[in-house]
């Protein structure tokens, strides 16, 4: 990716919807070499997805949960198990195996305490786990679905 790539990243991670001219605008080309950069880009892999993003708020998702969870049993067939389980399941919107003391963390994201529960009760019906801590999250301090551009390397 060369410094124009990187722009066309950039730009896309902050405004998804723009044109191909806005993008050509923005990054000093025309329409068609823009449009053609970033279909290079989403043919590369590097752009996977173009989506809307929305206030949870506006569609009445006020509470959000982190879900850590531990399992002893790590066979394969549990954690295919787990892995059909949890996309069955609309509220969680993030999904992660992690080090340390904790096998998988989820983020949920539900209406109220009492939807919470509901979905807990599912998830356990669903899977057989050890142990199911929650955090309720108070505030929001930055949350982001941009990339940090920092890293990579130009050509």
């Known amino acids: 990716m060369d410094e124009v790539d990187r722009d066309i990243v950039r730009l896309l991670q902050e405004d998804g919807s723009l044109s191909a001219r806005e993008l050509g605008d923005r990054v000093g080309l025309t329409p068609t070499p823009c449009w053609r950069r970033v279909r290079a880009l989403e043919e590369a892999g590097v752009i996977t997805h173009r989506v809307a993003l929305i206030d ?3 569609v009445n998702l006020d509470v959000a949960a982190l879900v850590n969870i531990r399992t ?6 549990w954690i295919e198990t787990f892995r059909s389980a949890i996309a069955t399941f609309s509220e969680i919107v993030e999904a992660y195996r992690t080090s340390g003391d904790i096998d998988y963390t989820l983020k949920v994201m539900v209406p109220s305490i009492a939807a919470y529960d509901a979905f807990y009760k599912r998830l356990i019906d669903a899977v057989d786990l050890y142990d199911v801590r929650t955090i309720f999250v108070m505030e929001e301090i930055k949350h982001t679905t941009a990339l940090s551009l920092d890293y990579l ?3």
């Open 56 to 58: 949870p708020a506006a």
């Open 72 to 77: 002893n049993d790590h066979s394969s067939q």
């Open 153 to 155: 390397t130009t050509d």
